[in-house]
């Protein structure tokens, strides 16, 4: 299941960061993502010694902008997306981060170990991404599975829908499985989380066949707040051909953190 985050962190600039090298050896996907203008593929070396691949776009900075919502990148948070099932940090180069970066907001997008252009997993880069980035300002989760896994979902979507095919970049993205379901399964409900400062923005899609409006509204009740529909959209809102829906309601709510 493709479920996604959207991170927001306060950067911390007297932490010592790592510098990431440009991407150089041999691909890992034998069908490798082309880059569009302004991105930069880059390995981040975990304390494992393993790399992960971060795609990154810089946020765009204009004084003269007449974009009521257009606030200058050294103003905003940068954005972390993490990409769910069969992804890999290619599905948000398509859209999202050129959306955001002409929006100034500088953009990362990350592949998961044993996805993408990744090493194997062992280590964890949110836990180092967290040192670089202690202070989270906030997330929004995108058609994400519930808090009670997704064996619900997949009842009603196999009574409800056909069987979708994947294209040849997400059968080519993850190398391996993201997660040890049996395990998952084990760990599941997830129990309730403390109350936070940190603002959430739970988002579905109407067309999506795999996280349907009872998983959705399960997400939003788990976290305590009213998620948002996008109407036209499918699953991967990133990359549908409506995805602009879907990034401006994002950009609405990023832009009313700071209000």
Known sequence: MAASLLSLFQPNLSSPIRPLAVLNKSRKMRIPYELKQGQTRLLHQLPSGLNMEVIEQKGIVCNTSTDPDYKRSSENPPLVFVHGSYHAAWCWAEH?????????YDCYALSLLGQ??????????AGSLQKLYPDLAGAVLVCSVPPSGNSGLVWRYL??????????LMRESSRMPLFDLRKL?????VPSVPKSSVKVLVVGASDDFIVDAEGL??????????????????????LDCSWEEGAKVILSWLNGLSR
Do not use: Q
Not at 116 to 125: A, C, H, L, Q, R
Not at 227 to 234: K, R, S
């Open 96 to 104: 999202w981060l050129p959306f955001f970066s002409s929006c100034g």
């Open 116 to 125: 993408g252009e990744s090493d194997g997993p062992v280590g964890s880069f």
């Open 159 to 168: 009574f409800s829908k056909p069987i979708a095919a994947f294209k040849e």
């Open 185 to 189: 399964n084990a760990s599941l409900p």
């Open 217 to 238: 509204h399960e997400t939003g009740r788990f976290y305590g707040v009213s998620p948002i529909c996008v109407e036209g959209v499918a699953h991967d809102m990133m």
